[in-house]
């Protein structure tokens, strides 16, 4: 779980009201209202055609599965699905805009209400949603530094965009990070969007205002666009917080504009005025049919809903696994898959949990890959728990044979073996090598006898060294303390 951020409001007669609108791609085959390929990487122009490109003469149809997307996500964010809704155009100039009107919703959004469950430290918060729309995307301008032109790629043009609107019920950067890494989350358990930040495919708008600590107004707010990462986010809104505190204690207005925030300089500046609807023009899209949900197939969508991901942390918690662990887990969907295959042949789930968040996660890490492919499976990492269990292995040579098991499929105990690291358990061997230590070690063996724990440890190290580290440990401590009396 990311640290807590500090409050820039802490100390002040000021708290912080902020509201979050998150653009999500989503991960369909086509575009929204055309045949296009909806895909990222593509040489720039070459995934266009004349609907999405605003020819005259075309005309846009709706991707059927952009609309069971955005019905799922809703649904799992506990909103209102319209049994009716439409289409809108929203109206502005921008040079990777080439119909100069985007296709979005207005007054009839798809999904109404609803809201997210986000811990927050030890708390649990509920941070409300006022909507849930779908659009297309626009393109992408490209702005070369120091030449005096730009270029626009419409490969993004027309991709489906869903609108994610907060209501304004976050107080620090700490919860706003908070509920957007939680979103992340959702839309990666529903499969909807990769929601990678780097490509774009998740992006967020930040809407910022201050206001007397308790007073339930809601005072004049900028917004921070285009923000693609979540420590730029969280950086924003502590700068744009502390900007408009310092403009109140100087006795200044805050100006309703929209902002650009730059983390080079850790600072926000004036990009325009704030628009709002009616500098839009919106009207209903006259080339698209309202759209009509079926009650029976609306069901149908809320049948293939999974588990979400505060149930999932629950859930593993009901296993006694460790906070710390569920956590880790369930913040990484391939790790926690990876995990629950374990659990389901292995009796020592806070083991398993062990193994994959620091073992398997370390794996995935260092190779960029998920955790289905660093080349041991759920089953087999389950036979190197039980080989430790059984003694066969000690814990601190079980890292190297998990290392080795990578890439192949060997039994275990036959990567044990080739690797000379089995455990030596046999009693009379082990008596026997105690003996000699103990013989060899007079001083601290009187020591254990007066009851010095540390000596117990430094006999113990001793028969280690002697046994090359093959020795059992939990034996080996056992049966010192049994010659010895202690």
């Not at 918060?125 to 659009?135: A, N, P, Q, V």
């Not at 070369?144 to 609108?163: T, Y």
């Not at 197939?297 to 809320?302: G, H, K």
Request: proline share 6%; net charge negative.
């Amino acid at each position: 779980m990311p640290p807590e951020r500090r409050d820039p409001t802490q100390g002040t007669p000021f708290e912080a009201v902020i509201g979050l609108e998150v653009h999500v791609q989503l991960k369909t085959r086509t575009k929204m209202f055309c045949g296009c390929e909806n895909r990222f990487g593509a040489e720039p122009n070459t995934l266009t055609c004349p609907v999405c490109l605003g020819q005259p003469g075309s005309l846009p149809t709706i991707n059927r599965a952009a609309i069971e997307h955005a019905v799922r996500v809703g649904l799992a964010c506990g909103c209102d699905i319209a049994r009716s809704t439409k289409f809108d155009r929203k109206n502005y100039y921008y040079p990777d805009l080439p119909k100069n009107y985007q296709i979005s919703q207005y007054d009839q959004p798809l999904c109404d209400g609803g809201g997210l469950d986000v811990a927050v430290g030890s708390e649990r918060k509920r941070i409300g949603l006022t909507r849930i729309h779908l659009e297309e995307d626009a393109g992408k301008n490209i702005h070369a530094e120091g030449l005096p032109e730009s270029w626009v790629d419409l490969n993004r043009a027309g991709v489906p965009l869903l609108e994610i609107v907060s209501r304004p019920d976050m107080r620090t950067p700490t919860e706003a990070g908070a509920y957007l890494r939680m979103l992340r989350l959702v839309m990666l358990y529903l499969d909807v969007s990769d929601c990678n930040m780097e490509e774009g495919s998740l992006r967020c708008d930040v809407n910022v205002s201050i206001r007397p600590r308790g007073s339930g107004v809601l005072e004049t707010r900028t917004e921070i666009k285009n923000l693609n990462s979540f420590t730029n986010i969280e950086n924003a809104i502590e700068h744009e917080i502390e900007r408009q505190i310092a403009l109140r204690a100087a006795g200044k207005e805050v100006v309703q504009e929209t902002l650009h925030f730059d983390p080079v300089r850790g600072e926000t500046k004036t990009l325009r005025g704030k628009e709002e609807a009616h500098d839009y023009r919106y009207f209903p899209e006259p080339d698209l049919a309202p759209l009509h949900i079926d009650e029976k197939w609306l069901e149908s969508l809320r049948g293939t809903l999974p588990e979400l991901p505060i149930a999932r942390y629950e859930r593993f918690q009901s296993l006694g696994i460790q906070p710390y662990h569920a956590d880790v887990l369930v913040r990484d969907k391939d790790l926690a898959d990876f995990f629950e295959e374990g659990v389901k042949i292995c009796s020592k789930p806070q083991e398993i949990a062990n193994w994959v968040v620091n073992a398997v996660k370390e794996e995935t890490n260092a190779r960029g890959v998920s955790a289905a492919r660093i080349g041991i499976s759920p089953a087999r990492l389950v036979s190197l728990v039980e080989a430790i269990e059984g003694g066969k292995v000690s814990k601190q040579k079980a890292r190297d044979v998990f290392r080795s098991m990578l890439g192949n499929e060997d039994a275990v105990d036959a990567v044990i073996a080739s690797l000379g690291l089995g455990q030596v358990s046999d009693d009379a061997f082990l008596r026997a090598a105690v003996a000699e230590v103990i013989a060899e070690n007079p001083a601290a063996a009187d020591d254990v006898r007066k009851g010095k724990k540390n000596s117990v440890n430094f006999l113990m190290g001793q028969v280690m060294r002697k046994t090359k580290g093959q020795a059992n440990p939990g034996m080996v401590t056992k049966l010192i303390q049994e010659q010895l009396g202690g």
